[in-house]
């Protein structure tokens, strides 16, 4: 019997862990928190749940490794090269749904000399976004096409219904993640022209778009989107863009949280202060002017403003203690979305990827391809962001396994040994793609 080590048991980890269980393979899930991994192994026959802290006893990582034939990260990705080193001491096949970092990347020889696979990339958004797109792709060139342009945008957010609060949006993750995404910059390309975004301007740079069958959504640009050119062999390409969806709203929300100094990363005492005495603090509140109308002087907006009215909603000018000591900005709003923004027992989330092809062929022929995923969670189930990252990496390590994917070194999931199964079998879990000319 083969056995896979899982390293994390948070949000995602269920099906893949599941799904694992299922096909015949014995999984160890090791979480900070053993009643986790307990709840996620379920009493099953071939789980093994154990308590492991990969930041405060990193020598027990080599003893969870050695019986294992393939590790996969769902841990923070800075311990990923931690992880992936243990690996090719070991010999041992590894599977992450993050980004490959520098550090990753510069293992790839040392993985092809020991013949094994460091998979990254391969859950949702990275990893169905890049399988989705090169089948297109793939199968454009193949016709004698070239692609010219080539946008991507992606959101987990409430479904329809469960969208009933004014952020729309709800917690499927890390909310300390969600708005780290408000302190990068941007750089795409568009119509042959190079762009770039300072992080400040980020939130400032959304466009709405139509997503059919649901309505419009803001887009904004995500980090840095020209090395897609080459990663995706689409070399014709004068526009590249990739990003996220929000509700309408959103941007100019975030946007402003950064112009108050919300998304501040530098450690301070809140020890005995109030989140309205805090926001007063940034901007300097008069004595006598009420928090709100302070805000909007120091934002240069309407008092009457929708932003403010998600800032008062979500507690910021409430004189009640903030719950943290030594701590920053971000977390202090972090606190607040883990209180206002988690979806109540039986709603669900979705998760919204469309990309917009233009192509030419021989000829001077062009053609739009739109391809769509929009997947729903389930009530009182998985939810779509747990479904569309865990199954894509849970396949992939079954196909690995069982020999079906014998690529070594670096890899992510854009070549069609990878994808084409991967999105065969994903589709019997409703997780389809529909593609259109338009």
């Known amino acids: 019997m083969k056995h896979v080590l899982c390293l994390g048991a948070g949000l995602v980890a269920r099906p893949y862990i599941d799904y694992l269980l299922k096909k015949g393979f014995q ?3 090791a979480s900070r928190t053993v009643s986790k991994a307990e709840r996620m192994v379920n009493g ?3 789980g093994i749940p154990v308590a492991f802290d990969i930041q405060r006893e990193p020598e027990r990582l080599k003893e969870l490794v050695k019986p294992a034939d393939l590790v996969t990260s769902l841990l923070p990705y800075t311990h990923h090269v931690t992880v992936a080193n243990e690996c090719l001491r070991q010999g041992k096949h590894m599977a992450t749904t993050s ?34 797109a090169m089948k297109i792709i793939h199968e454009v060139q193949a016709a004698g096409g070239k692609v010219t342009s080539f946008t991507s945008f992606c959101g ?35 119509d042959g022209k190079e762009v770039l975004i300072p992080s400040e301007e980020l939130f400032n740079s ?4 139509e997503v059919p069958g649901l309505g419009r959504f803001e887009g904004y640009p995500n980090r840095d989107s020209t090395p897609y050119i080459e990663i995706y062999g689409v070399k014709h390409a004068e526009t590249m863009i990739r990003g996220t969806y929000r509700y309408p709203g959103w941007c100019a929300t975030v946007y402003d949280f950064g112009r108050l100094g919300l998304l501040d990363l530098t450690e301070q005492d809140f020890k005995g202060k109030t989140y ?15 928090t709100r109308t302070a805000v909007a002087n120091f934002l240069k907006r309407d008092r009457s403003h929708n932003v403010l009215d998600r800032y008062e909603w979500l507690g910021l000018f409430e004189d009640r203690p903030i719950p943290l000591e030594k701590s920053t900005a971000l977390d202090v709003v972090c606190t607040l979305f883990e209180e206002k923004l988690q979806y109540t027992p039986g709603e669900r989330d979705m998760l919204v990827l469309q990309h917009k092809f233009g192509i030419e062929y021989a000829g001077g022929r062009k053609e739009r391809i739109r391809s769509t995923l929009i ?9 779509s962001m747990s479904r569309t990252v865990a199954y894509p990496v ?14 070594t070194g670096v890899q992510i999931p854009i070549i069609p040994e990878i994808y084409e199964p991967i999105l065969a079998e994903v589709a019997e879990f409703d997780i389809r793609f529909k593609e259109e000319t338009y």
Do not use: Q
């Open 27 to 29: 999984v160890t899930v």
């Open 44 to 46: 099953h026959a071939n």
């Open 99 to 132: 980004y490959v970092s520098d550090g990753m990347r510069a293992l790839d020889a040392k993985a092809k000399k020991a013949g094994i696979t460091l998979l990254n990339e391969c859950g949702v958004d990275p990893g169905l976004d890049h399988m989705s």
């Open 156 to 190: 987990g957010l409430p479904a329809p219904d469960a969208n009933n609060n004014p952020f729309g949006y709800k917690l499927s993750w890390s909310p300390r993640g969600v708005l780290l995404a408000g302190t990068n910059s941007a750089k795409f390309i568009r």
């Open 206 to 209: 959304c466009h709405e778009e």
């Open 276 to 290: 309205d005495g805090f926001v007063r603090g940034l901007v300097k509140a008069k004595s006598g002017t009420d």
């Open 375 to 383: 997947d729903y969670g389930i009530p009182h189930g998985d939810t």
């Open 394 to 407: 849970a396949i992939a390590t079954r196909l690995i396994l069982e020999g079906e994917i014998n690529l």
